[in-house]
């Protein structure tokens, strides 16, 4: 089975400055990792994915996360924020062989002018 | 191209009375999900299906049923509401597995609350 903890529940962050949600997963099996965007009242998007190849995965609006294979980790990442930002993230695992997400319990992000 | 369209948006059930949570895409996938999503817990897999005639228990299916009769189709029933079902309920699609499975395509959300 897989799990994934997502280690902050709630980042405020000011307007043009970087942002770094953190995600840990567990498996005992080769696995896929995706970042989900929820803006309010909405259902999630899909931000990027990381399947295989390059470890730095570059997704829509501007947020890039990493693959660390030794650290069960995969941090997403924002340079610069802007208001419309303001969302909860989801990272999410599955195993490479399934079709089944598992999501982490989220992150809140608040970006303030 | 609507995607995937759930309704009602909102409910307000008794306890003990049952319903129907509908969901349809047609971006012709096979795959369909329900989730829960219940505050600081993240997505729970309630039921999931394959395609049509085919279905399967997520990790919290205790108090639901579903049905895939069409491949568009994916009801969720709840046949006796109770408090613990309170929650906001996402259906999503996907193409399959693998390299395209982890893209899931959801739906608004139902907010359900069990009174």
């Known amino acids: 089975a897989q799990s994934v903890t997502q280690l902050d529940s709630q980042v405020p962050v000011f307007e043009e400055a970087p942002v770094e949600l953190r995600c840990n997963y567990s498996s005992s099996v080769s696995v896929y990792l995706f970042w989900y965007v929820q803006y309010p009242n909405q259902g999630l998007q899909l931000l990027l994915k990381y399947l295989s190849g390059s470890t730095l995965v570059k997704g829509i609006n501007g947020f890039e996360a990493e693959f660390n294979k030794s650290q069960t980790s995969f941090h997403l990442r924002k340079p610069s924020v802007h208001i419309s930002d303001t969302a909860e993230y989801f990272c999410a695992v599955s195993p490479s062989n399934d079709y089944k997400l598992s999501f982490g319990a989220g992150t809140t992000v608040t970006v303030r002018a | ?115």
Request: aromatic share 12%; hydrophobic share 35%.
């Open chain 2, 1 to 115: 191209n609507a995607g995937v369209t759930q309704t009602p948006k909102f409910r307000i059930l008794k306890i003990g009375q049952s319903m129907t949570l509908q969901c349809a895409q047609d971006m012709n996938h096979n795959y369909m999900y329900w989730y829960r999503q219940d505050p600081g817990m993240g997505l729970k897999l309630i039921y999931y299906s394959v395609g049509a005639g085919i279905t399967d228990k997520g990790e919290v299916p205790n108090g639901y049923n579903v049905s895939r009769s069409t491949t568009e189709d994916f009801p969720l029933r709840l046949e006796l509401a109770a408090p613990s079902q309170t929650s906001v309920y996402f259906c999503a699609s996907s193409y399959g597995t693998g390299v395209v499975g982890g893209k899931l395509f959801f739906g608004s959300g139902t907010q359900l609350s069990v009174l």
